[in-house]
């Protein structure tokens, strides 16, 4: 699979990211994106490149108490976005971060899992979070 994307807002892409990867984007913009992954019913494997600026995340998580049914994650959003996730792709004065990433597909899930797990896993290395964090079952 090849996947091409031009300038968009990223507060565009809320509908998908808070059910799917559980966050928001607060702010930000995206300027590029270009991926290419490869693999089987099992496994993919890619490299990545997510142009962006002035990125900003809102961790959530399933409240059944809220009437929206998502409760914010302030606390570790802030310390999130202030020492772990990188609000710039390139950074001033520097290459763009270019990441190759790969994702096992669990046994259980659907085609559709792998394909989102891969580029998810690939976008969360390319803002600076550990490839760990998003290994869950979609």
């Known amino acids: 699979m090849d996947l091409h994307i031009g300038k ?3 507060s565009i892409l809320n509908p998908i990211t808070e059910p799917m990867g559980e966050f ?3 702010k930000g913009s995206i300027q590029k994106g270009i991926a290419h992954v490869t693999g089987d019913n099992f496994k993919a494997t890619g490299k990545g ?5 002035n990125l900003y995340l809102v961790g959530l998580k399933k409240d059944k108490s809220k ?5 914010k994650k302030s606390i570790v959003s802030f310390f999130g976005n202030l020492f772990l996730i990188k609000n710039n ?3 001033k004065g520097k290459e763009p971060r270019i990441v190759d990433f790969n994702f096992k597909r669990e046994s ?5 899992s792998l394909v989102w797990g891969t580029i ?3 976008i969360l290395q390319t803002i600076g979070l550990p490839q760990t964090f998003g290994k869950k079952s979609y």
């Not at 490149?49 to 600026?53: D, N, R, V, W």
């Not at 009437?67 to 409760?71: A, D, E, T, V």
């Not at 259980?108 to 559709?112: A, G, H």
């Open 49 to 53: 490149e997510l142009l962006y600026k």
């Open 8 to 10: 968009i807002d990223s």
């Open 108 to 112: 259980k899930t659907t085609f559709f």
């Open 120 to 122: 998810y896993s690939g």
């Open 89 to 91: 792709n390139p950074e």
């Open 67 to 71: 009437p929206s049914g998502i409760k």
């Open 24 to 26: 928001m984007i607060k």
